[in-house]
T-cell receptor, first 113, second 114 residues
């Protein structure tokens, strides 16, 4: 297992377009997290999955954002009608049920023009 | 709500200097505390952690002690190397039930000169 994988690494889009990011967690990690990081800031929590169930969403996650984890393995994060303020690094992390260490992917950097 | 406050950077040191990066927190309950490191162009990596008061986390020459009385988790290294140049984030776990989301500080950039 090579760790948490995110795709794509970089995405440039025009304002108003929809984008989708993918995260493949470490095998057998039941917990999956999405965070957003802007320049000069620490990551901010967006949402959390336990297997396929989305158990918590941050108030930061507007109705333009949707996340899924249909089979409890990989997850997708979709942003509809992107805005320039959505430009950020989107980070995915996974952890075991019994552990509290989160392992992070390299992130997807989104630039909205 | 829970929060983490880190000393602002950037921090610039010469090789073999002593490093301290201050971190204090506010939390209800008994959080676990972490230091993560982000090297240029790479993802966040766990550097060390502590899960209860007076625990000391250590890794790669870095240490931090969970101080409940001062709500602190300061990162230290006795002799830094050029390869330690990175951004360091202090974080704590927060949340009820199984959601152990991380609450982060702003990060401290460290540059070590030869």
């Amino acid at each position: 297992d090579t760790g948490v994988s995110q795709d794509p690494r970089h995405k440039i889009t025009k304002r108003g377009q929809n984008v989708t990011f993918r995260c493949d967690p470490i095998s057998e990690h039941n917990r999956l997290y999405w965070y957003r990081q802007t320049l000069g800031q620490g990551p901010e929590f967006l949402t959390y999955f336990q297997n396929e169930a989305q158990l918590e969403k941050s108030r930061l996650l507007s109705d333009r954002f949707s996340a899924e984890r249909p089979k409890g393995s990989f997850s997708t994060l979709e942003i509809q009608r992107t805005e320039q303020g959505d430009s950020a690094m989107y980070l995915c992390a996974s952890s075991e049920d019994s552990g509290n260490i989160q392992y992070f992917g390299a992130g997807t950097r989104l630039s909205v023009l | 709500g829970d929060s983490v406050t880190q000393m602002e950077g950037p921090v610039t040191l010469s090789e073999e200097a002593f490093l301290t990066i201050n971190c204090t927190y506010t939390a209800t309950g008994y959080p676990s505390l972490f230091w993560y490191v982000q090297y240029p162009g790479e993802g966040l990596q766990l550097l060390l952690k502590a899960t209860k008061a007076d625990d000391k986390g250590s890794n790669k020459g870095f240490e931090a002690t969970y101080r409940k009385e001062t709500t602190s988790f300061h990162l230290e290294k006795g002799s830094v190397q050029v390869s330690d140049s990175a951004v360091y984030f202090c974080a704590l776990t927060s949340g009820a039930g199984n959601n152990r989301k991380l609450i982060w500080g702003l990060g401290t950039s460290l540059a070590v000169n030869p």
